[in-house]
C-alpha cells in the first residue's frame, strides 16, 4: 500500500483550512482532552496504590495472592497508553496552533489516531474476554 502524500482538495481548488471558528474549536478540544488525559493519569496512580494497599492488606489477612496484585497492577498500567497518546495530542494541537504549523497538526492527529486505535483494540479485547467468560460459564452450567 504507497502512501499518499497530496494536499486534501476542498473542493474550490485549494488546500483545506480552518476559520477561526475551527481553530477555536480545536484549542477547546485540546483543553478537554487534556483534562481526560490527566484524570486518566491520576486514575492509573490510585488504581496501582489501591492495588499495593489492598495487597498488603490482603497478605496480612488471607496470605493474598500475588497473581492477582501483578494483574491489577498491569491492567491498571493498561490504561497509561491511551492517556499518553491523548495527552500528546492536546499539547500537539496548541502547538500548531501557536506556530500555524500543519506538521505539528499532522503530528497532533496522528496521537489522536493512536489514542483511538488503542482503544478500539482494547474493546475488541475486552469483548472477546467477555465472550469467552460466558461460554465458560454456560459450559460450567451444562456441566453441573
Known sequence: ???VNETIDAGVGGELKLDARGLDLLARTAKWSKFMAIV???GVGL???VSLLGSAFMSNITGGSFFSVILNMLVSLLYIF???Y???FSVKINEAIMVQDH???SDAFENLYKHYRFIGILMIVM???MVLG???AGLGLAMS
Open 82 to 84: 491511551p492517556a499518553l
Open 1 to 3: 500500500m504507497e502512501e
Open 127 to 129: 469483548f472477546g474476554l
Open 47 to 49: 488504581m496501582v496504590l
Open 103 to 105: 506538521f505539528t497538526l
Open 40 to 42: 486518566i493519569f491520576i
Open 86 to 88: 491523548l495527552f500528546r
Open 134 to 136: 460466558g461460554l465458560f
